[in-house]
Nanobody, 126 residues
Framework: QVQLVESGGGLVAPGGSLRLSCEAS????????LMWFRQAPGKEREGVSCISSTMGTGYAYSVKDRFTISRDNQRKMMYLQMTNLKLEDAGVYYC????????????????????WGEGALVTVSS
């Protein structure tokens, strides 16, 4: 059973930084693209970023140049380094995979997602 477990969420002030981690288990994540999604209170879940099996990346426009996605296949880990956090970045962040190699143009299409993590809460508040 594929498992994705997020960690690293917490409370941060606007302008601050936070790093989320996602640990994959019971499958070999090396061959697959991994994604981050988020859901703010009262809003729909949205795609944040994607990293392919070949380290290609994609970002939502709202986080581009502030967030950096990375992965360590040896440790079966994926990360999301978030900087210059804004109030609107608050929400539950989910790790996910569509079990496809590449991100492609539709990486944020949630219908393609095969596995989700439980989520990590990020609170941005002064």
């Amino acid at each position: 059973q594929v498992q994705l477990v997020e960690s690293g969420g917490g409370l941060v002030a606007p302008g601050g930084s936070l790093r989320l981690s996602c640990e994959a288990s019971d499958f070999t994540p090396d061959y697959y693209a991994l994604m981050w999604f988020r859901q703010a209170p009262g809003k729909e879940r949205e795609g944040v970023s994607c990293i392919s099996s070949t380290m290609g990346t994609g970002y939502a426009y709202s986080v581009k140049d502030r967030f950096t996605i990375s992965r360590d296949n040896q440790r079966k880990m994926m990360y999301l380094q978030m900087t210059n956090l804004k109030l609107e970045d608050a929400g539950v962040y989910y790790c996910a995979t569509a079990m496809r190699r590449f991100c492609g143009e539709t990486w944020d299409a949630q219908d393609n997602i095969k596995y989700w993590g439980e989520g990590a809460l990020v609170t941005v508040s002064s």
